[in-house]
């Protein structure tokens, strides 16, 4: 008897490669997890929780909640995380970094998350906070996320994200070090990785390739990229190293004062991303949000999914 595969990597391993999108009929439909930020204030927040039970019908695996630069936002999204706990049908995955913190301040919001029902961290290395150009790893503090990542495994059994950059992390020496890095944090005990996001998938899977000739085999789920705003998304891309297809820009092109039309192409652009990517035994995706929930209402209802009540 032929055994499903059990993990994204190993469906690329065994299953076909193919670059055209399928039918969509063919193919079902995706499993999909959301990230969302904390709000910065009562109106943001508003548009937050109006996002969250938007999309909460779909039933997503999780949902994650962002950690700003230098723990910037460790309060919200502590506030955040609890709310989905105690608020919603959700599974919520809190962003926990190494920067600007000790080991036992961060271990401390660590044991918070697991005393008020939280079992998912998404574990980072983190941004430089504000001012600063480089990361510096705090003297007392966790200096990467492998390090970080031992430290969780240590407080309690929790499941561990960790992030992925299938074009290489901005700082990393070079892409054989990026992936040296990405391997030992895998190594540590994380129990899969999200990665940055991309355009091409030609660049995903390639990675994945790269992966499995070093001994990876956990789960990598892409990340994806909505387009609600180009201009924001390639400002955003030359700072975290996605890099940004001619082919992207001349759908965009012309559409600056167009948003039913732009929201029309990204629904579009993000759907055949995720359909090529399953016709390659790819099943899970993580849908970076920005806090709105109809571009990605669209698209997931594209790929399938659908509201629980209804199905």
Known sequence: MDHAPKNTLERWLTGPRIGTLPSPSSLPAPKLSFEFFPPKNEKLEAELWSCIRRLEPLGPRFVSVTYGAGGSTRARTHDTVTRLVQDTSLTPAAHLTCVGATREEVDEVAREYWAAGVRHIVALRGD????ASQYTPHPGGYAQAEDLVRGLRRIADFDISVGAY??????????????DFFKRKMDAGAN??????????DVYLRFLD????????????????????????????????????????KLFEGLEDDEATRRM?????AAEQVRILQANGVDEFH????????????????????????A
């Open 287 to 310: 849908f970076y949000t920005l806090n709105r929930s109809d571009l990605t209402y669209a698209i997931a209802h594209i790929l399938g999914a659908r509201p629980a009540a209804a």
């Open 192 to 201: 899969r990785a999200i990665t940055q996001y991309f355009f091409d998938t």
């Open 265 to 269: 192409v990204a629904a579009t652009v």
């Open 166 to 179: 299938p074009e290489t992390h901005p700082a990393a020496l070079s892409a054989d070090a990026d992936l």
């Open 210 to 249: 790269r992966c499995l000739a070093a001994g990876i085999t956990l789960p990598i789920v892409p990340g994806i990229m909505p387009v609600s705003n180009f201009a924001s998304v390639k400002r955003f891309s030359a700072m975290c190293g996605a890099s940004v297809p001619s082919w992207l820009e």
């Open 128 to 131: 430089p906070p504000a001012g």
